[in-house]
């Protein structure tokens, strides 16, 4: 089975800190990729990667950074966490771009 | 641009009864479909899918129904349990691109006992 686990369920931050998401997957999945849920507006990509290294914006980059420097390891980071950044975060990987993803459980991100 | 659209945010059934969850599409090339359950607090997990040679495609109590031309497909649920009260989403994607998966906003499943 694909895991596809996150470094925290829960996150309390304060505005203005640095925040590090890590994501890490064991199935050898080239595509990686960060999403944000909030109610009403689905999922909404941040960043993919399809490649140590590599990576492309979503569709709301703005206010987040992401780092691959392993083939299994995928951060979001929040160079200033800001209070429209409280939500649920979601990482997910692939074997090609287009197929099915596989999501970690998710984390709950609170900025005061 | 919403290229995937749910339209009901909530839908609310009997136990027993079908569920029928919908979703509409505006890029004429996506050419295959995927439905996501999502519970509260934990990530979605995939439940079934259809490439666009298809028009229909059965796991067990689920169904998915595609109609290309009218660009809309659909989640059949029967019948429908209590346990499968959850968020349902549905993505597109079109295999020769680029693109990655589209979701849609989902649609929250209430299945009344």
């Known amino acids: 089975d694909v895991k596809v686990t996150q470094s925290s369920r829960y996150l309390v931050k304060r505005t203005g800190e640095k925040v590090f998401l890590e994501c890490v997957q064991d199935?050898?999945?080239?595509?990686m990729f960060w999403y944000r849920q909030d109610p009403g507006l689905g999922l909404r990509l941040i960043y993919f990667?399809?490649?140590?290294?590599?990576?492309e914006k979503g569709d709301i980059p703005e206010g987040y950074s992401v780092s691959r420097e392993k083939k299994e390891r995928f951060s979001l980071i929040l160079e200033s966490a800001s209070t429209n950044q409280t939500s649920m975060y979601l990482c997910a990987s692939s074997l090609a771009r287009t197929d099915e993803q596989f999501f970690g459980p998710g984390t709950r991100l609170t900025v005061l | 641009d919403q290229q995937v659209k749910q339209n009901s945010p909530s839908l609310s059934v009997q136990e027993g009864r079908i569920s029928i969850l919908n979703c509409d599409y505006t890029n004429s090339m996506f050419d295959y479909f995927l439905w996501y359950k999502k519970y509260p607090a934990e990530g979605p997990t995939f439940l079934i899918s259809?490439?666009?040679?298809?028009d229909k495609n059965e796991d067990g109590r689920f169904t998915v129904f595609l109609n290309k031309s009218a660009k809309h497909l659909s989640l059949h649920i029967v019948p429908s349990q209590p346990g499968d009260s959850a968020v349902y989403f549905c993505a597109a994607s079109y295999q020769g691109g680029s693109e990655k998966l589209v979701f849609g906003k989902g649609t929250k499943l209430t299945v009344n006992p």
């Open positions: 199935m050898d999945h080239e595509n």
């Open positions: 990667s399809y490649d140590v290294k590599m990576k």
């Open positions: 259809i490439s666009s040679i298809k």
